[in-house]
């Protein structure tokens, strides 16, 4: 029985490596980039922390995400964010090549890139009701707020509740769950 | 087989369809409409790709590690490495860990029985298979008495499983002794990742689990979780399909503390207690005529251990790790009375030295405490043995050219009371001519001393209509193997990623059983003595590969190929080899399709080959294995399935001592809900 079986079943897997190889060449697809997932989650924490009426300029304005630096998202940040309300306001995802200019925003994303400047951009920043978001060690270590990093093939997030209590924001509890807790 | 044939042929026609509306919708970026999939879920919005959507814990459960930045590590591996990941876990239908292993390529699972299994790779397959060397968390599985793993002893809350890493070929440098063919590390989640409440049910037709787990917080850095694991296994059916009475319950339970007091510290506090009762069939020896009997008995496996490990990182490319733990094994039924206490304490260190070498080294101390409780089957002269085992390590890479070529050098220097002093040394080559390709070369040398019951011991078995007896010795020596491996990875397409080893091994004195003149008449007992008088060759490899179709759709496939060629032994001496040349499947192949078919709801499909096990004359079958996953909640999900779909049972090997009498995998139909909150 065993004998018989092997050269059916050595066709049969010839003609599926051979329509799988022919479907991955036609489909071309792509993983889930970086990019997006990690909007996603800035996406996330903007729906998950409490901001005090005081953090916008007036009852209009709308909800600013500030970039430092070059967009190490190639755009996904402005897509993700596309339509969608914060704190009951519309969205706007705002660039700035240098922290010095940069003001009336509620969510500062600070790329690895940008850590030689890393310290002066969170100066801008400390004791506001402002979200800092970066991606490496020194920015927490610089008293960011929040950091996302991938770690076993997901991405993960960091917090540092002392930052986000000197900010005046309030994070849910969902959010802390979720979080790794980060003290300095 | 023709059945078999048109259902996977149906199931790719399935996901081909499914594909063609995905890979249409998705085309050039834009937003995706409704899939046209026969199951459209209303909660599939118009901007079906917008991963804002997704609810928090899922989006951290987004494989974010690309085919790309996967194969970049792994490609930094001049070994033969595969990862069987908590997702490839949870999109499973398999309830076991060795199970479990059936996802990585080229390991060669077969289930005994309901509590028995043998697990190998590359050959070498056995109910208690010691060239493998399988660590759970750290913590070596190895039995000193019979070696090999108990597998019904190895169980966790599967949801906390982190990863299963799988070695194929030697790792005997990094790791000791038993790493000969290969290296499995069972690996839990951290306690951080495990908070709240988890609660799992399972049912099937053959076995029911029930998990629950609570994480918590104790401190700002200090997360832990507890957890209990009840299951009851069915007795599997006999070859005539009637029941073979191994029917089981298992019970566990356990906890893991993680303190995280700075980015760069780990300390990690871990125990586990686990007790299964098993009924198993036996034959066991009469002192008169009929001189034996063949019966079910009652079996208990107990375990437990208690770890703590202290990882530092003090830079990036540097950090050490120091690991103590206990591990206690008892083994009860009529004919075996074991226990054993392991005392084991492992330091390794990794740094940089200079722009062009990372060294890593190590010490290590082992204490193996084993009881023997004399019956009529087991006994030794010496009830009690104390085993130490010193070990110490070094290996270095030495970056021959930036990025592309690397040289990996290293030995294991090891004492044991058994052998004495063993070396194994082993030197690996890498070349990674671009990203998208890399290929390695190694050399290596590992040995498998012998357990206890080669060593020491004296059985009274069964052998035929003949009793023999067993007897150990004290001067067996270790099986040797000394492994050429060539290997190659390559990345052609962003969404394709393939992997080719082929491998030669060569084993030295290797295991065999010599008879002597009857040392009774009635009944007729032969004696047999231990020693290691064959060698042998094996050569083959493994080809797998991945491919993404979309971000919906991934597929798996890889296919192993094993030729062995042991010595004959020498008739005249009545010899008789331990190791068959068929022990293992010549040909094994498998694919499996992980699709989404909705946000909310997977579909996962495999096909499985395994080839023929000559030596228990076990046929070659095909597993066809279904299910879908649907989480109707970011707390709640379902998942139903059949494994072994179009096969009533079949048998997957074969018994030669101890583990009860070989009985068939059937085919099971499952449901599982897990909630997590």
Redesign the interface.
Known sequence: ??D???P??VR??AA??A???A????????????A??E???I??FTQ?VEWPAAAFPGKDAPFVVAIVGEDPFAGALEQ?MAG?LASGRPIVVRHYASAERIEGYQLLFVPEAQDDAVAAILAKAAGRPILTVGQS?AF?RGGGAVRLF?E?????FQID?DVVDASKLKASA??M??A????K | ??RQ?MA??TV?ALL?LQ?VAR?AA?ANGVPATQPAAPVASPAVEPNGD???Q?P??D?????????S??MQSISDAPAAVSVI?ADDISRSNYSTIPDLLRLAPGVDVAQINSFAWGVSVRGLNNEFANSLLVLQDGRSLYNSLSGGVYWDTVDYVLADL??IEVIRGPGATLWGANAVNGVINIISKDS?DT??WLLSLRGSNEDSDLSARYGGRLS??TTYRVYLKAKYTNDFDDARGDSAGDDWYGLRGGFRIDK?PS?DDTFTLQGDLGDNRIRQATTVILPMAPFSAFTTVGRNDATSNLLGRWDHRSGDDSDFSLQVYYDYLKTDYTTTLYDQNTFDIDFHDRLKLGQSNELIWGLGYRLVNSDIHPTLELSDSLPTRNDNLFSAFVQDTFTLQRERWFLTIGSKFEHNDYTGFEVEPSARLLWKPDKQNSFWAAVSRAVSPPSRIQNDVRVLTLFGPTETEIIGRSNELSEVLVAYELGYRAQP????SIDLTAFYNHYDRLQTLHAGAPISTTPLIIPLTWGNQINGDTFGGEVSAT?????M?R?E?S?SLLETHFASPDPENLTTAIRDNGSAPR?Q?Q?HSYLDLTRDLQFNAGVS?V??VPEFNV??Y?STDLNLVWKPKDSLEFSAGVTNLFDNHHPEFGVTGGQGVASEVPRTFYAQVTYNF
């Not at chain 1, 790794?180 to 003290?183: F, L, N």
């Open positions: 029985m065993g018989r079986r092997r059916t079943w049969t897997a599926i490596t329509l799988t190889l479907l991955g060449s036609w489909c071309g697809g792509d993983e889930p980039a970086l997006r997932v909007t996603a989650f996406y996330n998950f993700a969608k060690d927490m991938v076993d093939g997901h991405m993960k509740p969902k959010l769950k979720l790794r807790i980060y003290r | 087989m023709y044939v996977a042929a790719c081909f594909a890979g998705g917008d991963l804002t997704l928090l814990e989006l951290m459960n987004v494989e974010v590690t690309s085919v930045k996967k990941s982190d990863r951080r908070q709240g700002d850095d995280h980015d397409a962003k969404n394709i491919l993404r179709l979309s971000d759709w597929l496939g296919y040909n192949a694919i080959y080839g023929r046929p070659g095909v």
